[in-house]
């Protein structure tokens, strides 16, 4: 399964889901933003929780469904290029996200103090203990490693949560959103309609909360568009009155016998342009 765009996305839209999963409260997301961020050393930290707060550390997400020996080499690179770049006084931890054991590398003695410190948390997901009743968040991720047998029930009970947990209607559609994203990463022989009848989703998009949320994007986009246009309506008219102007008082003082020439000199016009109204006198 392709992860690494999907899990951004899921982290961004739900950054608490980070928390929990490494046993902290949820609350503490209201305080940090998710962001993927280049640096100079041609690094890209695919997920990056920095604090809003002050004296909150860095979180540094790491999600990794394939065995690869330079994963924690590339990873405690990433964290300590970033610190060096920006503030090698910030307290962070990483927290590594493993499908299982076998996406880990074998060889961990190069990180061994690094791995057994406060600073690093590493997540089996086929090994995580779910509550009995995940928030929503790690409700998507438990879809992600369950057995095939056991998705559609998961789903079922996912989006009912989310019907009766969320009430804004723009978050519950994004929830539907990453949910049927990771549908298709996981059932990659079907395609996205197979994957909504599969699920029932095309009865959640039926639905009036998806339908309000559905138009209050459609009125958003409306009102950007209305609002783009009167601003370049403004501007346009703004130029064309400009023009008219410059066109008023160039015929006024050709009527004076001023040239061309000497009007150009005055107005800072360029010639062409005096000649070009001289020529067409009712425009």
């Excluded at 065995?67 to 920006?86: Q, T």
Aim: net charge neutral; hydrophobic share 40%.
């Amino acid at each position: 399964m392709e992860t690494d765009s999907f899990f951004c996305h899921l982290f961004k839209q739900l950054p608490e889901t980070v928390f929990e999963l490494i046993g902290l409260p949820a609350e503490r997301a209201r305080w940090y933003r998710f962001d993927a961020v280049e640096l100079k050393k041609a690094f890209r930290i695919d997920g990056l929780l920095q604090p809003t707060k002050a004296g909150l550390p860095l979180y540094f997400v790491e999600v990794q469904y394939h065995a690869s020996a330079k994963f924690y080499a590339n990873l405690f690179a990433k964290v300590f290029c970033f610190l060096e770049e920006n503030d090698p006084a910030s307290d962070w931890a990483a927290v590594a996200i493993f499908s299982s054991r076998r996406a880990e590398p074998k060889s961990l003695e190069p990180y061994e103090a690094l791995l057994r410190s406060r600073h690093v948390h590493r997540i089996y997901l086929d090994e995580f203990t779910m509550p009995a009743d995940p928030p929503v968040g790690l409700g998507i991720l438990q879809l992600a490693s369950a057995p095939e047998a056991e998705i559609r029930s998961l789903v079922g009970s996912l989006i009912r949560k989310t019907e009766h947990e969320i009430a804004d209607s723009e978050s519950e559609k994004t929830v539907i959103e990453l949910v049927e994203e990771l549908l298709m990463r996981r059932f990659t022989q079907h395609d996205r309609e197979e994957i909504r009848k599969m699920f029932q989703l095309h009865d959640i998009r039926k639905s009036k909360v998806w339908q309000e949320a559905h138009e209050t994007g459609i009125e958003k986009g409306i009102e950007k568009g209305i609002e783009k246009g009167r601003v370049e309506g403004i501007e346009k008219g703004r130029e064309e009155g400009k023009a008219i102007a410059q066109s008023e008082f160039v015929r006024n003082c050709l009527s004076k016998g001023m040239s061309a020439k000497q009007i150009a000199e005055l107005t800072k016009l360029p010639l062409k342009t005096v000649r070009r109204i001289a020529k067409n006198p009712s425009n």
